[in-house]
């Protein structure tokens, strides 16, 4: 094992966590990244006087992270991180507003004073789901699903019906929850994977579930001073890192791949592991592609403003009157919708990193449909109007007021830049949530009819999000290891 070379192709947050699980376990690692620095999604935008993250904000699970940085070697515990209460704050069309927090005792308080007629369903919620919470990270997150064969077990079809898998997660909520925007502030957070409520199955209900178990936790200085973190631990581990190359395909022996082509240089490799978007690997293997549906798309409207919002939380959304009719919009018919979901970061009310004092930087996420021929995002006026008229909603309706003549930086992110960033179909989050895109039909981490080729990433099993990724990257890394085993048992 101690000379296995693998080739990393990206360095996002599962190339970056794959290289060190391996590095750990004694492989020799090279990572080949197409932009000057590694993170992906888990990096920062700035302009040097405001800096804010690209992408992800809410850190979910952070038992997860710790047990996969255990099998890297790494300690958690090196990460200042801190407990978001309340939650979010959810702001609907008519002014109302649903406080989540973290504790369970203040959440029932609250709704024993402000939904008292779902009091006890939400009692059972937190029964039902914190049982089903356990089983299904025990039998369907934290365990590859090859095949349909590895959900046939006793177990796991157990947990398939008691989460009544034909329904969508909003659906499966109102077996606890008659309030709409309860069912709204309890489904909204398949969003963070890139799924509709309506059409996400009820599995991912355990998302927002687990903000009340497990929290929503901040990481000091942004989240992705976490890439930051990880890439000082590969450098100490002298880990070869290959900036500003694009891995544009392979050199194959039958069905073992043995070195990996740049735009610049071959490099022999005794396995791979790809961090690119599931379905283009297939171009770089000269292979066809499974049609897949992408995730909703963003624009993200990054700023630094000259002033501070202290009474708002560090996540908030603004929620449109009706969630079927904005993600019908997003996914059936790939349009905007005429009322638009907003969510708002706000890390400057508790990190004074980000920005001068007194002033905030912020980023305003709006879910649009991802990439498509009908809207035209590199059009700069349809663009403007776009984001004038969600400044406006933040402005007048979402407590956000004065915050357009508080701009001194902007940039705007877009679901066709981030096709040309490398995101499939410019959808933010890979490919959708959806039953036949999820568990043992999400590609998985060995890349089929290939002995040495593997995939990690938002788009493979288990899916989208930080410390999912990370579990692809275990994923991929145990093959590894099992292959390599196979082959000494063989040669012994
Ligand atoms: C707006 C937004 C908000 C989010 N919010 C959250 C959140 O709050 N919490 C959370 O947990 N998750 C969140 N996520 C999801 C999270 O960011 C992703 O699931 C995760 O970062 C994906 O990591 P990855 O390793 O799969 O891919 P990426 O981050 O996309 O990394 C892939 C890397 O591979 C490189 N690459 C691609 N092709 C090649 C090639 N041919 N040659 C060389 N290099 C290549 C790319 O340049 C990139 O660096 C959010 C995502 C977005 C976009």
């Given at each position: ?27 020799r ?25 690209r992408g ?9 992270h710790?047990?996969?940085f ?7 515990d090196?990460?200042?991180i ?14 109302t ?7 369970c ?7 024993a ?10 009692e059972y919620y ?31 079809l157990?947990?398939?019906k008691?989460?009544q898998?034909?329904r ?50 901040y ?27 694009t891995?544009?395909?392979?050199e ?24 690119t ?5 297939a ?6 592609s ?23 939380p ?14 019908a ?35 305003v ?25 969600v400044m ?14 508080a701009?001194q930086?902007?940039?705007i992110?877009?679901?066709?830049d ?5 995101l ?6 890979g ?26 990433g938002?788009?493979?099993?288990p ?20 292959g ?5 048992t063989?040669?012994?």
């Amino acid at each position: 094992m101690k000379d296995k070379h693998v080739c990393i192709v990206g360095g996002g947050i599962g190339g970056m966590m794959s290289a060190l699980i391996l590095t750990h376990k004694g492989y020799r690692v090279t990572i080949i990244e197409k932009s000057a620095h590694l993170g992906g999604r888990l990096t920062y935008r700035t302009n040097g006087t405001y800096k804010i993250d690209r992408g992800p904000t809410v850190m979910l699970l952070p038992h997860l992270h710790r047990e996969i940085f255990a099998q890297a070697g790494l300690d958690f515990d090196e990460l200042l991180i801190e407990r978001c209460d309340p939650t979010t704050i959810m702001q609907f069309h008519n002014g109302t507003h649903f406080v989540k927090m973290s504790d369970c005792q203040l959440q029932k308080a609250y709704f024993a004073r402000h939904y008292p007629e779902d009091f006890v369903g939400f009692e059972y919620y937190l029964e039902d789901m914190q049982n089903l919470y356990r089983r299904s990270e025990a039998h369907l997150l934290t365990r590859p699903l090859p095949s349909i064969k590895s959900i046939c077990n006793k177990e796991v079809l157990q947990i398939l019906k008691d989460m009544q898998l034909y329904r969508s997660t909003r659906s499966f909520l109102k077996n606890y929850f008659t309030n709409n925007q309860l069912l709204d502030a309890y489904s909204l957070q398949t969003l963070y994977v890139g799924g509709g409520p309506t059409l996400a199955p009820s599995l991912y209900s355990l998302i927002g579930f687990s903000e009340h178990e497990h929290g929503v936790w901040y990481v000091h200085g942004g989240y992705a001073s976490l890439t930051d973190h990880l890439v000082n631990k590969l450098e100490q581990r002298n880990v070869r890192i290959i900036y500003e190359e694009t891995v544009i395909g392979v050199e194959k022996m039958g069905s073992t791949v043995s070195k990996v082509n740049t735009n610049n240089q071959q490099i022999p490799c005794d396995a791979v592991i790809f961090n690119t978007e599931y379905p283009l690997i297939a171009d770089l293997l000269e292979r066809r592609s499974k049609k897949y549906e992408p995730s909703n798309g963003c624009v993200t409207i990054y700023l630094g403003i000259n002033r501070q919002y202290l009474q708002k939380p560090v996540h908030s959304f603004y929620l449109p009157e009706n969630f079927d009719i904005l993600f019908a919009n997003l996914f059936k018919k790939q349009q905007l919708p005429e009322e638009v979901a907003i969510y708002v970061f706000n890390p400057s009310v508790i990190d004074d990193t980000l920005a001068p004092s007194g002033h905030s930087s912020l980023y305003v996420l709006v879910p649009v449909p991802s990439q498509t021929q009908q809207i035209n995002w590199d059009d700069v006026v349809f663009l403007q109007a776009f984001v004038h008229q969600v400044m406006q909603i933040l402005e007048s309706d979402a407590g956000f007021s004065g915050i357009c003549d508080a701009i001194q930086w902007q940039e705007i992110l877009t679901p066709a830049d981030c096709e040309r960033e490398g995101l499939y179909l410019g959808g933010s989050f890979g490919i959708a949530p959806h039953l036949w895109q999820s568990g043992p039909f999400r590609p998985q981490a060995k890349i089929p009819k290939l002995s040495n080729a593997y995939a990690v990433g938002a788009s493979v099993h288990p899916g989208g999000g930080i410390p999912i990724v990370m579990q692809s990257a275990k994923f991929a890394c145990e093959e590894i290891q099992r292959g390599d085993m196979n082959d000494n048992t063989r040669s012994i």
